[in-house]
Structure formats: structure tokens, C-alpha cells
């Protein structure tokens, strides 16, 4: 199992029903399967040929009636609504269409790959809470880092801006470290474009760029 996919898997609570939305392998319901974790999993994706992958792993799980894949678009041929939702390894952009034609999920962990910062807009806009909001890395070949935003669909809660593009738990001291290595490599990319671009838009882009950056790290160091 993948350093990503194990990482989730070590965050996912025990619920009712459980989707995983987009599931790939099935790892992650077999996971909450085979450790009592959920009383149902359903599985699904747009294509039938890439729901089978997750079939041939879960099987066992699918002949028992335990487990049930579905060939749908994101939550659109679910149950309404499932106790837990699970979306990994999709933009957030795509994340959010999907929730804008079905449901916030009354809970969710999302994992999106890009475009996190438009995700947190949505769920607080649409009066969700987020409680767990934090950047995570994994070795391969280079360190790769990815977002985590979970929560609630109740209750509704309050970001500011800075925490909407870099998420709050990194900012405030609960897990600042894999973001700090993240927003340091960001900011000498930024640097270093800054040095080939004299003037202009773009330049200005980078240069904003350059002093969000700065101010995140320094509000995650400050909170160490």
C-alpha cells in the first residue's frame, strides 16, 4: 500500500456507511472493511473497467453484501445520504462539482490533489465545518505533498483568508511541519522565476505570491 493511501486509511473513523467516491483499488474499503470499521462500503467510479479493480479485491466483501459497487458520476448513485465520505486523488474543483449536484456529506475526508484552496471556500460558504485541515508528504523519487480537509456537514465555521489558500491546521501550530518544508520549496521557485521576470503582470504575480508565502511561514513558525 502506497505511503498516500496508508496515511488516509490511518485517519478514516469507524461509521455506518462508508463511501469511497472515485476508489481506485478499493485499498481504503477494504481497509475499513477488513478492520470493522464500517457496517457497508460502497465503491464507485464513472468507468466500469476501473470499478473492477476494486471488485477483484473486494469480492469477498461484495458476495457477502457487505460491500457494493456502483458505476456512477461522484455521489450521484449513492445512497442519500452515506454516514462517510471519502474522496482522494481528485482536483478540488472536481471535489466541488461533485458536492454541488449531490450533498455535503454529514461527514467527509477529502484528499484533493489541486485546487485545495477553492475546496475550503465551498464547504465554509456552504456552512460545513472543517475540522482537520493539513498538508501531508510522501517520498518517491522527490517529496510529494498533499491536502487533507475533513469534517462535518453542520454547524458552519469561519476561515481567513490566509487559511483558505494554505489551510488552517498548518498555520496554527497542529501540523506545521511537512507544510513548512512544502511552502519553503514554493518560495524559492517563486524567487527563482523572480529572477527571470523583470516586469509586468507577471511579475506582480510573483511578487504577491512571494508575500503570501512569507507570511504563512511565518505565521506557522510563530505557532511552533
Known sequence: MRERIAHICSLLPKTGVFADVGCDHGYMAAYMLENGLCERAYISDISAESLRKAETLLKAYIEEGRCVPVVCDGL???????DFVLIAGMGGEEIVKILERAYIPPRFLFQ????AEKLRRFLVLAGARIERDFTFSERDRRRKYYDIISGTAAV???????EFRFGRDNLNGNSPYPF?????????????RLALVREGKARAALMQRKR????????AQRNL
Open 180 to 192: 513548512l518544508f512544502y511552502a519553503k520549496e514554493e518560495l524559492e521557485k517563486t524567487e527563482a
Open 212 to 219: 503570501e508565502l512569507e507570511e504563512a511561514i511565518d505565521e
Open 112 to 115: 484533493p490533489m489541486k485546487n
Open 76 to 82: 450521484d448513485g449513492l445512497p442519500r445520504p452515506c
Open 156 to 162: 458552519g465555521d469561519v476561515y481567513t483568508e490566509r
